[in-house]
């Protein structure tokens, strides 16, 4: 099973400035089958980015997603206020059908 | 508008057994996989079980296989989750979650429900 490992854990930030998420695999994921999430408080996951690079319908084009094989990162270019959550990471599979990282929290500074 | 309306939780004890239901509404429900993920209190994100558009293949992490039974009816647009022998360590919200392949596999989990509250405690 493809073990995924998020960092940093907790990431402190100002808005306006840059954020980079980092998710690193135990093994080769097809970047077809890599997704980000955000998760805010009190709500469900909404998905951000799938295929390591596509945006979800609805996403603001300061999100974006990168990389390829084990290593993979999505960048917020200039925070909003209402970027401040929770990200996990997700390779979606056969055999578990999805394995997700442990989150970063991304918190304002 | 998709939407995915989880009922059932609650309190139960050590043991006891409880069934999840999630209404969908907003597209062709017979189409899609469907699953469940789980969030403890505090915690990540759990893979719990998963189910094809036609319910004939079914998954099930470690945790839970055994005790829990996924299921659906295309006909009610409702997606089921069969709880037994259930212990401390299922305490968790249960999010139903929509795939976007007929097949589990190889599918990104576009929308998800507010998820229920399972609490599992004597």
Known sequence: EIVLTQSPGTLSLSPG???????????SVSSSYLAWYQQKPGQAPRLLIYGASSRATGIPDRFSGSGSGTDFTLTISRLEPEDFAVYYCQQYGSSPPATFGQGTKLEIK | EVQLVESGGGLVQPGGSLR????ASGFT?????MHWV???????LEYVSAIS???????YADSV??????SRDNSKNTLYLQMSSLRAEDTAVYY????????YSYGKFDYWGQGTLVTVSS
């Open chain 1, 17 to 27: 400035e840059r954020a980079t998420l980092s998710c690193r695999a135990s093994q």
């Open chain 2, 38 to 44: 789980r969030q403890a209190p505090g915690k990540g």
């Open chain 2, 96 to 103: 139903c979650v929509k795939g976007q392949t007929r097949g």
């Open chain 2, 29 to 33: 429900f017979s189409s899609y996989a």
């Open chain 2, 20 to 23: 999840l239901s999630c209404s």
């Open chain 2, 53 to 59: 558009s036609n319910g004939g293949s079914t998954y």
């Open chain 2, 65 to 70: 296989k055994g005790r829990f039974t996924i």
